[in-house]
Every structure is written in C-alpha cells, then in structure tokens.
C-alpha cells in the first residue's frame, strides 16, 4: 500500500499541477516549409511547320513553365518527322534534324548562367513518345529576373532539314519534348 502511494506521489509531481478552471487554453508554434515546385506545360495543342520544298525547317514551340523558384534547367528533344506520322515506315526516309543548329530557349524574362548562351547541342540519341527516334539536347540553366520565381512562356527552337529535292510529298511528323528542372540553392 505505501508503495502505490508512493508511485501516485510521484506521478502526480512529475505531471505537474492541474488547474480546475472552468476554461483553458494554451499556444504552441507551428512551421511548414513550402517546397520548391514546377510545372511545365505545352503552349498549344500542336505547332503548325508550315510548308516546304527543300531547305531548312524553323519550329519555334511554346511552352509554359511556372516554378516558385528563379533558377529553373531546361533540355529537350526532337524527333525526326516521318510521312504520315509513321516511324516505322522503312520506305521513305525521314525528314532529319539538324544537328549543328541543336535546340535554343527563349525565355523573355530570364538568362542562361555562368555565361553560357541559350543554346544547347544535342549529345544523345533519343526516343521521343517511346516510338519516334531522334536526338535529346544538353542542359542549360536559366535564371529569371521575376521577383523569386520563373513563371513565363518559353520558345524551343528545332531546326529540321529537308533536302531531298524528290522527297514524297504530303504531311511529315513528329514530336518535340521539353524537360525542366528546379535548381536549389
């Protein structure tokens, strides 16, 4: 019996006391910590090449990118366009990327770092939607002049050619894919 006294006594020293009011209320802080995010989306259902004959294909493809940070990364890739939007088709070659000319971002409110330019070669065969082959550029970091964050629309630019002055005529496709990546401080 002296021991479970003992025990309560003990118990209710190390609790602390316990007021009876009628009401009470205490505070504790509390902190979330926002990651850092970002989304990137196409600027439009598809890009139109025009129409060509022989001689280069300019694409200037939009993309939207919002990040709630300044310094994001970007790389991409293009296929090659095939005749009737068949990589598969053996008979008539593709239209080619150009290799030289790689892939450039346009952004209007941000820059590439550590004085690179907004160029970026390609350094890696590539499979764009899992079936069309074609070739995946290098990174390139850009940081917005907005207040912390880089949320604008971005133009890649690919450049195919097409020389083959008896190539087929009809429509040529392809796909473009455009990556972006946060850059922590």
Not at 125 to 150: A, K, R, Y
Request: glycine content about 8%; proline content about 8%.
């Amino acid at each position: 019996m002296r021991k479970s006294a003992l025990l309560m006594l003990a118990c209710v020293l190390m609790a602390g006391t316990a007021l009876a009011d009628p009401e009470d209320s205490t505070t504790m802080e509390v902190f979330v910590e926002v990651a850092a995010n970002m989304t990137v989306a196409p600027g439009a259902a598809f890009t139109d090449l025009a129409s060509i004959q022989v001689g280069p294909i300019f694409g200037y493809i939009p993309f939207r990118v919002d990040a709630n940070t300044q310094t994001c990364m970007f790389r991409g890739a293009a296929s090659h366009l095939y005749k009737g939007d068949d990589p598969t088709n053996s008979e008539v070659a593709p239209i080619p990327i150009s290799e030289p000319e790689g892939i450039s971002f346009v952004c209007p409110n941000a820059n590439p770092t550590n004085g690179e330019d907004n160029n970026a070669p390609y350094v890696a065969n590539f499979t764009v939607m899992g079936i069309f082959p074609g070739l995946q550029c290098d990174w390139i970091e850009f940081e917005s002049s907005q207040n912390n964050h880089f949320s604008q629309d971005i133009v890649m630019e690919v450049t195919w050619l097409q020389n083959d002055p008896e190539k087929p005529m009809g429509e040529y496709s392809g796909y473009v894919e455009f990556e972006g990546m946060i850059v922590l401080p």
